[in-house]
């Protein structure tokens, strides 16, 4: 996993617009509170390029949790990444919809 680490605040209601329809879609990175400001590539699985989101605080009605958000998604299937070499697991992102990945609670199987 990249090191960089970020020093957002909070994200308030209304400031990730989501764009849905058509053949793109969104994801949502749900993590722990220590992965607050660290960044979490994902790649399409027929693409070599990955991109990155930082792991936000969002206030909710009910309390607060931690994501990574990735608003504007082409169809397909992603893998998310641990570090650069190790994956931490795949998802399909469907245009029109908002898929949703659970961060793992322990370490990615050889990850260094």
């Not at 329809?21 to 994902?42: D, F, K, P, Q, V």
């Not at 990735?70 to 029109?96: K, Q």
């Amino acid at each position: 996993m990249p090191e960089h680490h970020h020093r957002h605040g909070p994200t308030g209601s209304g400031t990730v617009v989501l764009n849905l329809g058509g053949e793109t879609g969104a994801l949502i990175i749900h993590t722990g509170r220590e992965w607050h400001g660290r960044e979490i590539e994902i790649s399409r699985d027929d693409e070599q390029r990955r991109t990155h989101s930082a792991v936000r605080e969002r206030p909710v009605r009910d309390g607060v949790f931690h994501s990574a958000v990735y608003p504007d998604l082409a169809a397909g299937r992603y893998t998310v990444w641990w570090d650069d070499r190790t994956p931490a697991g795949a998802i399909s992102v469907t245009g029109g919809a908002i898929a949703e990945f659970v961060w793992p609670n322990s370490a990615a199987p050889g990850a260094g």
